[in-house]
């Protein structure tokens, strides 16, 4: 019997292989669980065809997350924040704050997960902050933390 698999199966193969199975394997084990698709020509084919589509949406948001990345390339968030002699602040600016600010003054609405910050911004200035939009797009995002 052949089996299209839908899902990596330890010791038979990885997701969209054609595997040969016996019989009883792939009837009582493969087909119920939905690991895996008989190898028949009505299944290759939409397969295909859901793979085609799958490879439309990722193109999509690929595209979509350029767009946005340039957008923030482009955009400045300020925040403030108290602070004492020398530029010290008293508190920190985290991606939760980040975020908040991103939203009320550009509009655009960013997770906090996205924001790539290691630690929370503990000083004035300007700060460059990597935003991870996909899993190939990383955008950087000028934050201005002044002085309240």
Same mark, same amino acid.
């Given at each position: 019997?052949?089996?299209? /698999?839908?899902?990596?199966?330890?010791?038979? =193969?990885?997701? =969209?292989?054609?595997?040969?199975?016996?019989?009883?394997? =792939?009837?009582?084990? +493969?087909?119920?669980?939905?690991?895996?698709?008989?190898?028949?020509?009505?299944?290759?084919?939409?397969?295909?065809?859901?793979? #085609?589509? *799958?490879?439309?949406?990722?193109?999509?948001? /690929? *595209?979509?997350?350029?767009?946005?990345?340039?957008?923030?390339?482009?955009?400045?968030?300020?925040?403030? +924040?108290?602070?004492? *002699?020398?530029?010290?602040?008293?508190?920190?600016?985290?991606?939760?704050?980040?975020?908040?600010?991103?939203?009320?003054?550009? =509009?655009? !609405? +960013?997770?906090?997960?996205?924001?790539?910050?290691? !630690?929370?911004?503990?000083?004035?200035?300007?700060? *460059?902050?990597?935003?991870? /939009?996909?899993?190939?797009?990383? #955008?950087?995002?000028?934050?201005?933390?002044?002085?309240?």
């Amino acid at each position: 019997m052949q089996i299209v /698999l839908l899902e990596d199966v330890k010791s038979l =193969g990885k997701k =969209g292989e054609i595997v040969k199975v016996n019989e009883g394997y =792939g009837r009582n084990f +493969i087909l119920p669980k939905k690991l895996g698709v008989e190898a028949t020509a009505k299944n290759l084919n939409d397969l295909k065809l859901k793979k #085609a589509n *799958e490879e439309k949406v990722a193109a999509k948001l /690929l *595209e979509e997350a350029r767009e946005l990345g340039a957008k923030l390339e482009k955009a400045s968030v300020t925040l403030s +924040i108290k602070a004492g *002699e020398n530029g010290k602040a008293f508190g920190s600016v985290s991606s939760k704050e980040i975020s908040k600010a991103v939203q009320e003054q550009l =509009g655009l !609405d +960013i997770d906090k997960k996205k924001l790539v910050l290691a !630690d929370p911004i503990k000083t004035l200035g300007t700060h *460059e902050v990597p935003v991870k /939009l996909h899993r190939d797009v990383t #955008a950087k995002l000028s934050v201005k933390v002044v002085e309240a």
